[in-house]
């Protein structure tokens, strides 16, 4: 049972990057699923949370309109389309069910926002 993040990397300001969420040993399809993200020092931040069957999304307010959570149930798959990002968008990225289960927890992608 696990998850593994992808997808990070160094963006410039304004840039995109589109991470992705593979869970393996649990019925993926029935929960629903978030993304999180946390920096040095700082808690976790729940950032994007999507329903179990993708119709319904919900995001924090420094992220709305920029960006776009979508899964693929079929592959087990979640995607984090992230726009025009900003440097304080720099953090480890996590995903996890959206009632977070300490032990789906996974290595996380770090994602860098910077010139």
């Known amino acids: 049972v696990y998850l593994v993040e992808s997808g990070g990397g160094l963006v410039r300001p304004g840039g995109s990057l589109r991470l992705r969420c593979a869970a393996s040993g649990f019925s993926f399809r029935t929960y629903d699923m978030a993304w999180y993200r946390q920096t040095p020092g700082q808690d976790r931040e729940l950032v994007a949370s999507i329903k179990a069957n993708g119709g319904s999304t919900t995001y924090v307010d420094s992220v709305k309109g920029r960006f776009t959570a979508t899964r693929d149930n079929a592959e087990k798959l979640m995607f984090l389309q992230m726009d025009a990002l900003k440097p304080e968008d720099t953090a480890v990225y996590y995903c996890?069910?959206?009632?977070?289960?300490?032990?789906?927890w996974g290595p996380g992608t770090q994602v860098t926002v910077s010139s």
């Open positions: 996890n069910r959206a009632s977070a289960v300490k032990y789906l």
